[in-house]
């Protein structure tokens, strides 16, 4: 969302690091950042209630493999 996006009449490049612990408080946009990109939903749109979902598809995976893999059951 926000690879190219322009930040101070410069444009973004993401890349991800590794980090050995996490910052205290919530995540904060850097100033100047004019806006977001298209979301990660279908359509560009926003993720929503992502931790709800993630173990949906988590679950139904688990089934999903047991149904191939009778032998792990």
């Known amino acids: 969302m926000l690879h ?3 930040l101070y009449d ?7 690091d590794r980090v050995e612990h996490k910052p205290e ?3 904060k946009l850097p ?3 004019r806006g977001l990109g ?4 279908a359509g560009g749109s926003p993720l929503q209630d992502v ?3 993630l173990s949906t598809v988590k ?6 493999v047991q149904s ?3 032998v792990f059951s």
């Open 59 to 64: 679950v139904n995976f688990a089934h999903f």
């Open 4 to 6: 190219n996006q322009t």
């Open 68 to 70: 191939l893999c009778p």
């Open 51 to 53: 931790s709800r979902e």
């Open 38 to 41: 298209m979301g990660l939903g």
């Open 10 to 16: 410069r444009k973004l490049t993401v890349r991800m």
């Open 31 to 33: 100033e100047g950042l």
């Open 25 to 27: 408080g919530p995540p």
